[in-house]
Every structure is written in structure tokens, then in C-alpha cells.
């Protein structure tokens, strides 16, 4: 697909583009550089320039700095809440619906670069150096980089292994890394990619991508411990009800007393990276120094996770006993892989300082959705529901956005596309349907900002067991329709009110009184699926295969 024209087209918008040919070689020097840095499952309550209580006894330095030197969004939103699908909402602009990554099973999670075109390919075709390091999720390989080193699918905590572009230019072949940690080594490798490339003629645009923190959240061996002896507060919503929900909330299979396990996700009987068994094989491992360094590991998570099994053999805990100490060891080891990429990020923001980088790159920190930490009960993500709808953003970019800065207008995940383009003085593709958030960057507030986002859940059935939904979010409601062959009727419809309700335990969509709003916000429902040209059905499993990959 040629993108050339793209200069054609910003020149009208953009008149500089368009000057003389030296004119443009200055310009191309001031493009500002692009860093993408993009977490797994990172909550909003797990930041704390978000504020919370979880926040505030684990606290973020590293990545508030972006929020106290530049703008923390409070109201940034995903497409659907789902690893592959979110990333495909990123690098294309576009729903899933158009990108036709609906979710992580194969079948239906493959990026198909002869219908799409991303961002990064743009960038690439227009001047810029590209890069991407960490977790991809998209089953096909990247397209639009110069330099690539993704993970295997979910990829490996430990142990972490990289496909990187084969010798012959086709296809990937695998790089081991043998007792290196995937959260450290990501950030090597975009350091090295950036020491590559920072002096080069042209600017440049990496993301960063970590597993952490996603299930099964295995932090560094040397931070395996670092929340101990910390006690996090419950949220109010732990033991709810589900009173007034329907079919979804009842038959998710997300619950922490239930369905998180004590030997995968707590790390009990031994189960650690290296082997079951609690030693690293000899004659896989021959190396005495890799030996001697991973058994070294090997005793820290051994030390740290027998511990916790002896406590809870001891305690044995069951009724409400059982999720409340599920939950503290759930949050030590999420929080400590936060911990861990929290201070990567704080190295990486020392290097760009230390390289005299800081000024011309624009850098980015998100996540492909929020999560929950015990909000209803519940761990994991998918719902429409505020936790796993709102993801964090937070943006720095000297001399262009002001230090400390706070956005409440409603922005997602399919706008990153458009902005990053029109910051490298690029026009947004005609099939793109998020809108640049560049002038909301700038401190303006435009008069006709949106005010609604449309979201589509797809993987059902699937790992959690969380029905298909679609619905529309304002600044102040929700409604969210639930739909299936297992319904009554087909479908059920939920609405809150996220001024009086803001945890959303009360579905008012039966409440006589909401009459008026259910039909504004069903109106507005059909707007935007008719805006973004929604298709009446879709299969989210093209391929046909009901195979669910990760957890």
C-alpha cells in the first residue's frame, strides 16, 4: 500500500510540510522523537498519581513523574478490554469490528496486515526510525519496524524468549535469554535499540512493551518479596452481590475465592519458573555461571513462595477467609511486577536526561485495559465495567504540554493512532476512527469534543467466561448490552449512573424514572455503531477456532 500520499494530504492541514525542500529537511530535525511505553493489565489503581489506597502503600515515583511533567488523562477508555484486541485498537485507530482482531484465541486474534494499516507503518514510510520491543500478542508478525523483538504470545516472565526477524528476511526465529527476567531485559533491549538510533538523521518512534503485570504475576526474584508484610486494604465492592446484575455478572468465571489458583497464580507446590521441581536441570543448563545464577533465583522465589504455602497450610483458610487471603497474596505479587516495571521506567527517563533526549520526545504510558484487584470480587478484566473500561494515560512532552496537568474529557485507546500521527505532522488514514487528542495535550478544550464512547466486548465463549456485551459510556451513564443465545429474550441491558453510583452496583435500566435517558442513550448507541459502521453480526471467530490463548 503506498503511503506517500499522506504528505499530500497534510499539506493542506499543515502548510510547513509543504515548503522547500531545506525547509523540510529542518523540520524533519525537530520532529520529535516517540516513546510508547505500554503495560499488561496495569489498573489505574495501581498508579499512584491516580491516587486510591492500594496506590498510596504502593507507589509509582517512576511513572508519576510523566503525570507531575506532563498530563495525567482521568477518563481514558479502551475499545475492548482484551490484550490482542486493545493493541490492535492502538496501532490501527480503528474498533475491532475493522481491525478484525476480536480476541486472543486464534482465529480471531491475528493482525491481517492486507487489510490494515497502522501507525507505525505510516511513521516508518514517512521518516521515521521505528522500533518495538516486548509483548506483541498479535500472531502475525510486525510490520512497520525496523527493529523488532516481541514475546511468544503471552511470553515468559522467566526464562524470556524473543522472535526476532530471521536471517533470510522471512518469518521470525526464536532468541533464547536463559535466566533473565522478561520485565529488566525489555528495557535493555529498548535502551540498546535507542542507543542505536538517538544519534541517527532521522527521529524515532519505540514502544516499549511489557508483560508485567499479567497473570501470573511472577515479579523479578529479587522483588518476589518486596510487599510481604504489607496488608492492602479491601475494596468496598469485595464481597458484592451482583444483586442487581444480570446473567454476566452472576456466570463470570473471574471470582478470586474461586477460580484463582493456589499452585499456578499463588505459586504453591514449587511451581516456579525454572523447574517444578525446584532446581535447575544440569543438562539443560551446563553453563556453571547461567547455574549458579539461576539456582541463586531459584532460592529467592523458593525462600519467598514456601513461606507463603506454609502460612496458608497453617491458616487454612476457607468461607470468607479463603478469598480475603487469596487477595493479599494476589496483590503482592501484582504489585511487586508493578514495582518492577516502575522502575524501568524511572531508568528509562534517566537515559533520556543523561542523552539529551528528554526535550524532543514525546513519551507515553498506558496499559491495554485497567484490571480488577478485588473490586466485586473479581480479578482479571473484559467487562464494560469502570475498572476494566478505563485504562491509565498519562503523557509527557516538554514544552508542549504543562507540567502537572489533569484532562477529565473522554479519550480511547483508538485515538493514540491519530495523535502520534498528527504529532510527527501526519494526517490519520480516512478508516481511522479515533480522533487526534493533540489540542486536549495542548490544554484546549474543544466546544465539540465527543461526548460518548462505544465499546464491544467479543470472546465469548472464552477464558472467564464473560458474555458479549456492547455499550455506551458518557460523562455520566452507562448502558451496556449483554447479548447471547443464552439470554433470555437474547439480550439484557444494564444501566448506571456513575454520578450517584460510581462502583456501579445498581442497574437502573428497569427504574420507570430512567425511561427517558435508557432511550437517549440507546439513540446515541445507534449513532455511534452507524458512525463507526458496526456490522448487525459478526463472527469474532473467523477462522473458526474456539481455542482461548493465555489466561
Known amino acids: 500500500m503506498k503511503l506517500n500520499y499522506l504528505f499530500t494530504a497534510v499539506a493542506c492541514a499543515l502548510p510547513v510540510l509543504a515548503q522547500a525542500t531545506a525547509e523540510a529537511d529542518q523540520a524533519e530535525h525537530t520532529r520529535p522523537n516517540i516513546i510508547w511505553i505500554f503495560t499488561d493489565d496495569h489498573a489505574t489503581q495501581a498508579i499512584s498519581a491516580y491516587g486510591g489506597p492500594i496506590a498510596e502503600l504502593a507507589p509509582t515515583p517512576g ?323 469502570e475498572e476494566s473500561f478505563r485504562t491509565p494515560l498519562l503523557v509527557r512532552w516538554p514544552g508542549h504540554i504543562k507540567p502537572g496537568s489533569r484532562n477529565e474529557d473522554l479519550v480511547q485507546n483508538i485515538d493514540i493512532a491519530p495523535t502520534l500521527l498528527e504529532i510527527a505532522g501526519l494526517a490519520a488514514t480516512p478508516e481511522m476512527d479515533g480522533i487526534s487528542i493533540l489540542p486536549l495535550l495542548e490544554g484546549k478544550h474543544p466546544a465539540d469534543w465527543r461526548k460518548s464512547l462505544y465499546y464491544h466486548y467479543y470472546e465469548f465463549p472464552g477464558a472467564h467466561s464473560v458474555r458479549r456485551h456492547e455499550g455506551v459510556g458518557t460523562e455520566r451513564y452507562k448502558l451496556i448490552r449483554f447479548y447471547g443465545e443464552d439470554l433470555q429474550n437474547g439480550e439484557e441491558w444494564e444501566l448506571y449512573d456513575l454520578q450517584n453510583d460510581p462502583q456501579e452496583l445498581h442497574n437502573i435500566y428497569a427504574n420507570p424514572e430512567m425511561s427517558e435517558v435508557v432511550k437517549e442513550l440507546k439513540d446515541e448507541l445507534a449513532k455511534l455503531k452507524r458512525q463507526y459502521e458496526v456490522p448487525d453480526h459478526i463472527n469474532p471467530y473467523p477462522n473458526a477456532v474456539a481455542h482461548s490463548e493465555g489466561h
Open 63 to 385: 511513572i508519576d513523574r510523566l503525570a507531575d511533567e506532563g498530563i495525567c488523562f482521568d477518563r481514558s477508555y479502551v475499545a475492548n478490554s482484551l490484550c490482542g484486541p486493545s493493541r490492535a485498537c492502538i496501532i490501527s485507530g480503528q474498533h475491532s469490528h475493522k481491525n478484525g482482531v476480536f480476541t486472543n484465541n486464534r482465529g480471531g486474534g491475528r493482525l491481517d496486515y492486507d487489510k490494515v494499516l497502522t501507525f507505525p507503518q505510516i511513521l516508518q514510510e514517512n521518516g521515521y526510525t521505528t522500533g518495538i520491543v516486548g509483548k506483541w500478542h498479535l500472531e502475525s508478525d510486525p510490520q512497520g519496524f525496523d527493529e523488532w523483538a516481541v514475546l511468544d504470545g503471552q511470553g515468559e516472565y522467566y526464562n524470556t524468549r524473543f522472535f526476532v526477524p530471521s536471517d533470510n528476511g522471512q518469518g521470525h526465529q526464536t532468541e533464547e535469554h536463559p535466566g533473565r527476567h522478561s520485565t529488566k531485559l525489555i528495557m535493555e533491549k529498548s535502551l540498546a535499540y535507542l542507543d542505536r538510533v538517538k544519534d541517527g538523521e532521522k527521529p524515532f518512534m519505540l514502544m516499549c512493551q511489557f508483560k508485567a503485570p499479567h497473570r501470573t504475576w511472577l515479579p523479578q526474584p529479587d522483588l518476589a518479596d518486596f510487599y510481604a508484610d504489607t496488608v492492602f486494604p479491601e475494596p468496598e465492592t469485595f464481597f458484592d452481590d451482583y444483586a442487581t446484575r444480570g446473567t454476566a455478572a452472576h456466570k463470570q468465571e473471574m471470582e478470586i475465592g474461586t477460580v484463582m489458583r493456589l499452585k499456578e497464580d499463588l505459586k504453591f507446590q514449587s511451581h516456579y519458573p525454572i523447574a517444578c521441581d525446584g532446581f535447575v536441570p544440569e543438562e539443560t543448563y551446563t553453563d556453571p555461571e547461567l547455574r549458579a545464577h539461576m539456582l541463586a533465583d531459584n532460592e529467592l522465589y523458593q525462600k519467598f513462595y514456601s513461606a507463603r504455602q506454609r502460612d496458608f497450610e497453617s491458616k487454612n483458610p476457607t468461607g470468607a477467609a479463603l478469598p480475603q487471603w487469596k487477595y493479599q497474596a494476589y496483590l503482592q505479587d501484582y504489585l511487586a511486577c508493578v514495582k518492577g516495571v516502575d522502575l524501568q521506567v524511572a531508568r528509562l527517563l534517566k537515559y533520556l536526561d543523561d542523552n539529551g533526549l528528554a526535550e524532543n520526545t514525546i513519551i507515553a504510558y498506558s496499559s491495554d485495559q485497567g484490571f480488577y484487584l478485588g473490586e466485586h470480587g473479581w480479578f482479571d478484566k473484559r467487562f464494560m465495567y
